[in-house]
Antibody
Framework: QVQLQESGPGLVRPSETLSLTCIVS????????WSWIRQAPGKGLEWVAY???????NHNPSLTSRVSISSDTPKNQLSLTLRSVTAADTAVYYC???????????WGQGALVSVSS | NFMLTQPHSVSASPGKTVTISCTRS????????VQWYQQRPGSSPITVIF?????PSGVPDRFSGSIDRSSNSASLTISGLKTEDEADYYC??????????FGGGTKLTVL
């Protein structure tokens, strides 16, 4: 059974870069669409980006200039990079696998990232 | 772009049936698949419905999804309510650029 495990720094300083990894076990990442979704404390879900099996990507327009998503097939993991972070980027970041790019079917446990000086 | 509007909260008693609505403003609800995610307090979301009305394996058949073109809305219906169903529920769809859109979430209280 597929398992997704996000990991990250926990704390990032304002204006710096946030980097997260999602390690996938139980299946190969190359066959599926993978997404990142975040949730600010006490708030709803917000889509961040996704990556297709061929490596092409799509991003939330509000984050496009700052966000990058990539996959590493040999390591079977996904990465999310968010540049020039502010306190508004404080959130739990989830990676998820979809039946397609437009939805999530399997979710990870999430990684809390706080942006603070 | 469009918005998905959900009631802020709903409540029902154990054993009863509850329906959570998700109304699309702009464009047809039938134009793009709708998903429903359940998030219990302190937990990550799980998918209870995808592609309007499909249940992932392991999700009880007490959960069902539908769309109504006349009201331009999607609905999640949970029958035989259990206390474990108490959670936040989010609907989600996507626009013509394949950008995801989430509803604001509905808090279900089982009292």
């Amino acid at each position: 059974q597929v398992q997704l495990q996000e990991s990250g720094p926990g704390l990032v300083r304002p204006s710096e870069t946030l980097s997260l990894t999602c390690i996938v076990s139980g299946e190969s990442i190359r066959h599926y669409h993978w997404s990142w979704i975040r949730q600010a404390p006490g708030k709803g879900l917000e889509w961040v980006a996704y990556i297709y099996p061929d490596g092409s990507t799509n991003h939330n327009p509000s984050l496009t200039s700052r966000v990058s998503i990539s996959s590493d097939t040999p390591k079977n993991q996904l990465s999310l990079t968010l540049r020039s972070v502010t306190a508004a980027d404080t959130a739990v970041y989830y990676c998820a696998r979809g039946p397609r790019s437009s939805s999530a079917l399997k979710w990870g446990q999430g990684a809390l990232v706080s942006v603070s000086s | 772009n469009f918005m998905l509007t959900q009631p802020h909260s709903v409540s029902a008693s154990p054993g009863k049936t509850v329906t959570i609505s998700c109304t699309r403003s702009g464009g047809s609800i039938a134009g793009n698949y709708v998903q429903w995610y359940q998030q219990r307090p302190g937990s990550s979301p799980i998918t209870v419905i995808f592609d309007d009305n499909q249940r992932p394996s392991g999700v009880p058949d007490r959960f069902s999804g539908s769309i109504d073109r006349s009201s331009n809305s999607a609905s999640l219906t949970i029958s035989g309510l259990k206390t474990e169903d108490e959670a936040d529920y989010y609907c989600q769809s996507y626009d013509t650029n394949s950008h995801w859109v989430f509803g604001g979430g509905t808090k279900l209280t089982v009292l």
